[in-house]
């Protein structure tokens, strides 16, 4: 009965997920590495989280682009989500492994660890990507494996693949083929021009999901030209070691504490946030 309650209740808020992304209004996705950045971004209000790869990779002491082993990611997922009552959707990378049954196991890992939705990118280094036929056998695969809500991520114009006057239409054409492949959002990180954005926005017939950044429309102008999704990637985690690293230099050459005592949060409040009798 237990076990019941709780599939209902995940689908529940994979329902929910999905419907998000179609307003009303932009669906702003922090990404979190941890359940304490996971607790942070429910309590300031998002409706969903998402997690970020780079950023749990860092904070286990790997660098990004799978060397953290699947079972080590799922396991931190499996954390975020049991954090929070709002829907998560995991950042597997390029689904650990190149086979679409390969990405089926990721997939169902995936749901079992609690999450709603999961990344998928094309990448299969950091110099090349999968064959679209080959990347559609690994959404459909992924689809069938479990009831996710599929971002479907090209990194054609993050990893600057081909010339640059060609990267809008091959890109264009790698999201139509994951859409029809089942994908309920599409991922095109690396473009910063909001014109270019908006042509995809409008061509590509999917919700489209944008990575913040430097340079990156703010959330309203994203909104107005038709983004169904932005979404932080590592940029907060990358933020917080920026943060560490200033207080390690100013108690280094300084000897003093402001770096870890102006905005803190408060202990009490810390140990609130964390307890588990609020969820």
Avoid at 120 to 139: K, M
């Amino acid at each position: 009965m237990i076990a019941r309650m709780e599939l209902t209740a995940q689908k529940l808020k994979a329902m929910r997920f999905r419907r998000l992304h179609k307003g009303p209004g932009i669906l702003v996705l922090p990404n979190a590495w941890d359940a304490a950045s996971a607790r942070i971004f429910e309590h300031a209000g998002f409706r969903a989280i998402g997690t970020t790869s780079a950023g749990i990779a860092a904070s286990l002491g790997y660098p990004d682009g799978q060397r953290l082993a699947r079972e080590e990611m799922l396991a931190v997922v499996r954390r975020i989500a049991a954090a929070v009552q709002v829907p998560v959707s995991a950042d597997m990378e390029a689904g650990y492994g190149d086979s679409p049954e390969q990405v089926a196991e990721t997939a169902h890992g995936v749901l079992e660890a609690g999450a709603v939705g999961m990344n998928l990118e094309d990448a299969a280094s950091d110099v090349a990507l999968f064959d679209t036929a080959l990347q559609v056998e690994r959404i459909r695969a992924a689809g069938e494996a479990a009831d996710l809500v599929i971002n479907a991520r090209t990194d054609v114009y993050l990893a600057g693949i081909g010339d640059a006057s060609g990267r809008f239409d091959e890109a264009l054409r790698r999201l139509i083929a994951y859409r029809d492949a089942g994908a309920a959002c599409l991922f095109l990180p690396g473009v910063r021009d909001a014109s270019v954005i908006a042509r995809m926005v409008r061509e590509v017939g999917a919700p489209l999901n944008v990575l913040a950044g430097p340079g990156v429309p703010s959330v309203r102008d994203l909104e107005n030209i038709g983004v169904a999704r932005v979404s932080t990637g590592s940029g907060p985690m990358r933020a917080c070691m920026g943060l560490t690293r200033r207080i390690a230099q100013e108690l280094m050459e300084q000897g003093t504490y402001n770096g870890f005592t102006d905005g803190a949060v408060p202990y009490g409040e810390a140990n609130l946030m964390m307890a588990t009798n609020e969820h």
